[in-house]
């Protein structure tokens, strides 16, 4: 179904391919993993799968690429995704309509099915993804793991032979990641083609027929899943472990009374968040009514330590981020070293790097970037008629911690490059340095490691708590499991207000 014969692929205006000489194939019933570090060509394969490059991409091809048995350059795009179907990274790339059952009607509308069977294909679809209640809800309501889950149902309800899916489990709770696999399993028994690229491995331990390792465009290792078990194998390459212990039963001993009476942080009642989810009180099913709060009554305290927020997919994970930091309308008490803070002033206080990284980048460099944020910081040496200023000497200290923080998350060397440009765990890392260079009480980090390798993972893991012993509270929103055993001194639970389906 998927085939890639000595594939050779160059961007437009770069000196160097992307992808180097890959051969692989997926036949029906297949599932096979690309992974590697962040910014190695995994993605680039996934366009070159669906015919967005060289089609959309442009760049230069040399070798074929065939789904179905038929060359994507022969065909558009659109052709490529009638037999194989993409659920993207960022699932908002790929939407087209405002609630969640018209985008899983949409492509088959457009095909031409029948009413009768778009109907029948859009339930099936949202029952098997856990979504059925959710039809009626704009997807801009819905949190980053439904969104995945839209997108997949989507592709079910197309009826492809084919999936091509770019970290599909980046913003899945445990429990949904479970259950998606078990999906996987289910398409694959009945003959579906599955080409998975994600940096989380321990999933798909019992899915994988073949693991093929990137390097710098290059398949460097391939072969068999417990490969990735042998001494060393994954540090070798930079991946992430493929056996992940579950940490989330640890108690929040982060913050001790007794050493520190004040806390950094302490929320006491937090209401936040509107619900649209579930059905009028006379039961219907077309009648939907606001609920009052998504969060209801969550109190915590945190000191200088790392805490997780954990919690399943839609249960307010974000919603609590985006309300301590004054984004969100909320109810109830939030003090940050023992003053109460409310509104704008929580943005003077806290850190926030939000789980899609795109909405926070609007420089023309990555240098940019940061150097903006550290200038916005630095208090002005002088004022003008024109405004406040810095000396030369102050603009080459902001320059100078500009690129140590881009140093410390190994992006120095994409420096120049526009931040558009980066791979999705690059631009994680280059929205953790701008949160890192505000320098704020309270450091709050919504899946700042859904993108991210496993070395990048780690170095991620090691700031955080770098940034708790130098004197914040770090609030950690997650679903990542390996994130937690390497960084979480204590776990929050987000209880869910809505039965799982």
Known sequence: ??????????????????????????????????????????????????????????????????????????????????????????????????????????????????????????RDAALRLGIADLLEQPIGALSEGEKQAVGMASLLAQGVEAFILDEPSANLD?????????????????????????????????????????????????????????????????????????????????????????????????????????????????????????????SFKAGEAVTALIGRNGSGKTTVARALCGLESASGTIRVRGVEVEGEKLLERTGLVLQNADHQLQMRTVFDE???????????????????????????????????????????????RHPQSLSGGEKQRLVVACALARDPDVLILDEPTSGLDGANMLRIARLLKSAAASGKAVLLVTNDLELLEHAADAVVRIPELRPHV
């Open 174 to 298: 445990p429990e949904a990641t479970a259950a998606f696999g078990r999906l996987l399993g289910e398409l694959k028994r009945a003959g579906a083609a599955i080409l998975v690229v994600d940096h989380r491995l321990y999933w798909l331990r019992d899915l994988a027929d073949e693991v093929l390792v990137v390097h710098a465009g290059r398949i460097v290792e391939r072969g068999p899943f417990a490969m990735l078990d042998e001494p060393g194998f994954p540090e070798r390459w930079g991946l992430r472990s493929a056996r992940v212990a579950d940490r989330r039963t640890r108690g929040n001993a982060a913050y001790d009374a007794s050493a520190d009476p004040v806390p950094l942080l302490e929320v006491e009642r937090l209401c936040a968040g509107k619900s649209l989810r579930g059905a009028s009180d006379d039961g219907s099913a077309s009648a939907r009514k606001e609920k009052p709060a998504l969060v209801h009554n969550l």
């Open 370 to 416: 940061v150097r903006s944020v550290v200038a916005a910081v630095t208090p002005p040496d002088r004022r003008s008629f024109f405004g406040s200023e810095h000396t030369e000497e102050t603009e080459r200290r902001i320059a100078a911690r500009a690129s140590e923080l881009l140093e410390e998350l190994s992006l120095g060397h994409l420096a120049e």
């Open 1 to 122: 179904m998927i085939e890639f014969d000595r594939v050779t692929y160059t961007y437009p205006y770069r000196p160097t391919p992307s992808v180097v000489d890959v051969s692989f194939r997926v036949r029906p019933g297949e599932l096979k993993v690309l992974t590697g570090p962040s910014g190695c060509g995994k993605t680039t394969m996934l366009r070159l799968a669906n015919g967005l490059a060289p089609h959309y991409w442009k760049g230069k091809l040399e070798g074929d690429v065939r789904v179905a048995g038929i060359s994507n350059l022969t065909r558009p795009a659109s052709a490529v995704a009638r037999d194989a179907g993409t659920l993207f990274q960022d699932p908002e790339e790929q939407f087209f309509a405002l609630t969640v059952g018209d985008e899983l009607a949409f492509a088959p509308s457009w095909a031409g099915v029948p009413a009768e069977e778009i109907r029948r294909r859009v």
